[in-house]
């Protein structure tokens, strides 16, 4: 008898797992997934071939680095970001990823970093929630991203998960879990993972740089 109700919970994890699974193949997930990954890699190739024929070219990408790290304090820096992430990811978070390596505290000038992207999210989250009170301006947002919505009601956390950790903008992503009330817990857990995306890149760029 004991053994039997060990077994139980292993074959319901199974079950959903397996329903899940065909839920996602049925909503296109694991394609949307693939595409997102594949755009993402040529982006990022795309935007380091562009550092590198600017470099060589035009500009010397060290120095200017280090003259935003000597003539701008990084409250300055840091208050950009997060407009910049609250506002539609105006600027690849790459470029102050680079900035932070420049700096004598790398990793806790990135962790600022992670941090206002976090909080960029969270205030983008907020204005997508209180755009009802304006419905023409809602209705157009909507249609802007509609297809961001359709996702985040399909895939729900997961997408915000995508959001975090893949090249898509993460402030829209906010924007539209704020538009349809999903759940704000739910969206501060799976924002987490932006920390993860700063720190993978991190790990790359600060070799580089």
């Known amino acids: 008898m004991e053994q039997s109700t060990r077994t139980i919970p292993a ?6 797992l397996v329903v899940l699974n065909r839920y996602y193949k049925i909503t296109q997930f694991y394609s949307f997934l693939k595409s997102t990954a594949i755009k993402g ?3 990022i190739l795309i935007f380091g071939a562009i550092l590198i024929t600017l470099e ?11 003259s935003l790290v000597a003539n701008y304090s990084p409250s300055i820096i840091l208050s950009f970001f997060l407009l910049s992430e609250t506002i539609l990811g105006l600027v690849p978070p790459e470029i102050f990823i680079a900035w932070a390596s420049k700096s004598a ?4 000038l990135l962790f ?11 205030i983008a989250y907020f204005i997508g929630n209180r755009l009802f009170l304006i419905p023409a301006v809602k209705n157009h947002i909507e249609n802007k991203i ?11 956390g997961v997408f915000v998960f995508i959001g975090a950790m893949l090249p898509l903008p993460h402030s829209i992503v906010s924007l539209a879990c704020g538009l349809i009330k999903y759940n704000f817990k739910h969206y501060l ?3 987490l993972f932006r920390y993860v995306r700063f720190v993978i890149y991190a790990l790359i760029i600060f070799q580089i740089f």
């Open 11 to 16: 074959k319901s994890v199974t079950k959903k």
């Open 41 to 43: 890699g040529i982006a």
């Open 56 to 66: 060589y070219f035009f500009l010397d990408f060290d120095s200017l680095l280090n």
């Open 105 to 108: 505290t790398p990793w806790t």
């Open 112 to 122: 600022a970093l992670a941090t206002m992207s976090y909080i960029g999210g969270i």
């Open 146 to 156: 509609a297809g961001h919505i359709t996702n985040l009601r399909r895939w729900g």
């Open 189 to 191: 857990v799976w924002a």
